[in-house]
């Protein structure tokens, strides 16, 4: 039988892998993915995958090649991972529209935000003092399997009423590990509802930003001196479409 040869490359994840355990192979902060085939576009094409949510999931799971616990990949680190993807797949060129105009951005060139990897010396653990209350608590930076269950919960809470929207809490709840020593789930859930001051929670989330290593989805508008966030949509996977 013959043997065909399928082409592969490797691609530096933006974490360097200093965020996830020792013993995980995420921890070298590469992994190697496959080309696209026609295999995968039957995947994106799989109306029972769209419909649920998870065609992307199912997309970047075949393209691995590197073997580990796909819950366990950091949210930058996996949207590097679909960068990548589309990229090996369809190439950097990605058109969008923005403000009613078309635009052009290269995928191929993104870099990764700039983060001072002292802030990861303790890997995904990190402490911080929430400048109003004074109150310390620790906290970790998500990854696939929690996305996952916030979700899970999101949609729980909203079949109970549907005009509520729990979401910010709720990421909340499973970010932060700890609040003035205090590890309990229970204490944890009761402290974001109840005492979580809204100006320190938005202090916490501009500081997550200053330590989640991510790619740099972010563009230059025409004319504009201010990146703006390079809208993700259909094109991204099936520039085709229209």
């Known amino acids: 039988m013959a043997e065909f040869k399928l082409p592969t490359e490797v691609i530096d994840l933006p974490s360097k892998g200093l965020l996830y355990p020792k013993d995980s192979p995420l921890s070298e902060g590469k992994i190697e993915i496959k080309y696209m085939t026609a295999k995968e576009e039957d995947i994106l094409s799989n109306s029972s995958y769209i419909k649920k949510g998870i065609v992307l999931d199912k997309l970047f799971k075949s393209l691995l090649v590197t073997k580990f616990n796909y819950d366990d990949l950091l949210i930058g ?3 590097a991972l679909m960068i990548a993807a589309r990229v090996l797949g369809y190439g950097g060129n990605y058109e969008f529209e923005y403000n009613g105009e078309k635009q052009l951005v290269d995928l191929s060139k993104l870099e990764f935000v ?3 990897e002292k802030l990861w010396a303790n890997g995904n653990n990190f402490e911080y003092t929430l400048p109003s209350s004074k109150n310390k608590i620790t906290f970790k930076l998500l990854t696939h399997g929690d996305e996952m269950k916030i979700s899970r919960e999101v949609k729980s809470l909203q079949k109970i009423n549907a005009d509520s929207d729990s979401t910010l809490t709720t990421r909340l709840k499973y970010m932060i590990t700890s609040v003035e020593g205090q590890t309990e789930t229970k204490q944890i859930r009761e402290f974001v509802d109840n005492y979580l001051l809204a100006r320190d929670s938005r202090a916490l989330r501009e ?7 991510d790619i740099d989805l972010t563009f230059f508008p025409p004319g504009s001196s201010n990146r703006r966030a390079i809208p993700i949509g259909l094109s991204l996977f099936w520039p085709d479409l229209g």
């Open 77 to 79: 680190d996996k949207n």
């Open 114 to 116: 700039n983060i001072d």
């Open 207 to 213: 500081y997550i930003k200053e330590v989640q290593p």
